[in-house]
Nanobody, 124 residues
Framework: DVQLQASGGGLVQTGGSLRLACTAS????????IGWFRQAPGKARLGVAC????????YFDASVRGRFSISFDSSRNTAYLQMNNLKPEDTAVYCC?????????????????WGQGTQITVSS
């Protein structure tokens, strides 16, 4: 199984930016969707961004659209989530995951290989 690890979290003020990194022991085919999810205290996990490298298909939840972006550095085998104009409601534990099949998906149930999360706290 692929082992994933999210990093780059921290404390930031409203309007600030952070970039999260998702490193893997080895991402398989570029057809496998990489997803970023977050979970705030007392709330269900939410898929905020998904990306398929093979055709650059992207998905962003409405709550982050226009503020978050995804990229992938193949030389480092690392996916990134750039988060700009952060808001207090973005406070959550963020984690990355990889889809089980080589088809673009945004469904949480389609993802496996969940990595450990990283905490983002946005102060008002």
């Amino acid at each position: 199984d692929v082992q994933l690890q999210a990093s780059g979290g921290g404390l930031v003020q409203t309007g600030g930016s952070l970039r999260l990194a998702c490193t893997a022991s080895g991402f398989p085919s570029a057809d496998y969707t990489i997803g970023w999810f977050r979970q705030a205290p007392g709330k269900a996990r939410l898929g905020v961004a998904c990306f398929q490298r093979s055709d650059r298909t992207e998905y962003f939840d409405a709550s982050v659209r226009g503020r978050f972006s995804i990229s992938f550095d193949s030389s480092r085998n690392t996916a990134y989530l750039q988060m700009n104009n952060l808001k207090p409601e973005d406070t959550a534990v963020y984690c990355c995951a990889q889809a089980r099949r080589g088809v673009f998906t945004t469904r949480e149930a389609d993802f496996g290989s969940w990595g450990q999360g990283t905490q983002i706290t946005v102060s008002s």
